[in-house]
């Protein structure tokens, strides 16, 4: 499994009720035990660019990423602030993960347009780029017009991936930005679809390869049957918004525990090698405890993925 970056996901889709320090706590432990990456969520709970700032300032070591903070919400001119002020704050280890959220949150709850999400996202990443590596834009598009600077001392150029899961947002991942993050994409639609057209737009754009980060719940468990059952539940409405709709529909998949990573040591092991073998760099794994002790059940994961992430480097 050499190349493949064990990461593991913090946050809303962890355990989030032990409280900020507890998170902050988790994230020092995932340093201490050799995980390459954590990823923070952007949903309704904390703020993840200010939670990586905080978890940056509690570590030193480990890279920290978004996965993924919603575009529509915040200017590109100041979310490339945000940014760098994380990325000064943590020492130069923010990977910038941004994903333009789903139509029933942007227009049914923020009462923003959701058109054209697609030229949205390619321009609002070409622009947070700019700003990012030089300090100044001056841009002029379909949708953006942005002539300013920010001036953030002791920031540095980040990695920029965004959420690519149609056609387009492909095209962008591997021509624009660099690299994707996905969520509930099976092995056969990454080897299959995403990484190939992902790295072919990388390729003819003269961009270096891109970085394909893929995010799935993992459980390691003797009941992998009850274990799916339990995940297409708790991940329900990821069966439901269109694009991981898709994803799953691609896949094969009916329900998101089809494409969840369960089974003992030795399946849980197969199947992240199978995500290498497909293309995938990085995983972003969501820790999914299952059985009637969910401790026991979240560390015996917790044990797999840090000997794999450890083994990997």
């Known amino acids: 499994m050499q190349g493949l970056r064990i990461g593991v996901g913090l946050g809303e889709l962890s355990r989030p009720e032990g409280g900020l320090d507890a998170l902050l706590e988790e994230f020092q432990r ?20 200010t939670l990586l700032t905080l978890a940056g300032r509690a ?7 978004t996965a993924v903070v919603p575009t529509h919400s915040r200017h590109p001119l100041y979310m490339a602030q945000q940014a760098a002020t994380t990325q000064a704050a943590i020492g130069g280890r923010l990977v910038l993960g941004l994903g333009p959220s789903h139509k029933v949150v942007i227009e049914n709850m923020l009462g923003l347009s959701y058109a054209k999400v697609a030229k949205h996202v390619e321009e609002y990443v070409g622009i947070v780029r700019s700003l990012s590596t030089s300090g100044k834009v001056a841009f002029s ?31 962008i991942a591997g021509a624009v930005a660099d690299g994707t993050l996905t969520w509930m994409t099976g092995p056969r639609t990454l080897a299959n679809v995403l990484v190939p057209e992902i790295q072919s737009s ?10 394909i980060v893929c995010g799935l719940p993992v459980a390691v468990t003797n009941d992998p049957a009850g274990a799916r059952e339990a995940a297409s539940k708790a991940y329900a409405i990821y069966g439901q918004l269109p694009s ?70």
């Not at 995932?30 to 660019?49: P, S």
């Not at 942005?146 to 947002?169: E, K, T, Y």
């Not at 073998?277 to 917790?302: K, Q």
Request: glycine share 12%; no cysteine; aromatic share 8%.
């Open 30 to 49: 995932a340093e201490n035990d050799g995980f390459q990456t954590a990823w923070a969520a952007n949903i309704f709970g904390f703020d993840a660019l």
């Open 59 to 65: 570590t030193r070591r480990i890279e920290l990423g």
């Open 141 to 171: 598009g379909e949708l953006y017009r942005v002539n300013g600077g920010i001036a953030v001392v002791g920031s540095s150029p980040f990695p920029i991936l965004v959420g690519g899961l149609g056609p387009r947002m492909r095209r």
């Open 202 to 211: 990388a390729r003819e754009a003269g961009r270096p390869p891109a970085r």
């Open 244 to 313: 991981y709709r898709a994803m799953l529909d691609a896949e094969g998949a009916k329900q998101p525990g089809d494409v969840a990573i369960v089974g003992d040591e030795k399946s849980v092991e197969a199947s992240i090698r199978g995500l290498a073998s497909a293309g995938v760099t990085d995983l972003n794994a969501a820790i999914f405890p299952y059985g009637s002790d969910r401790e026991a059940a979240r560390e015996r994961t917790w044990a797999l993925l840090a000997d794999l992430a450890r083994s990997s480097r």
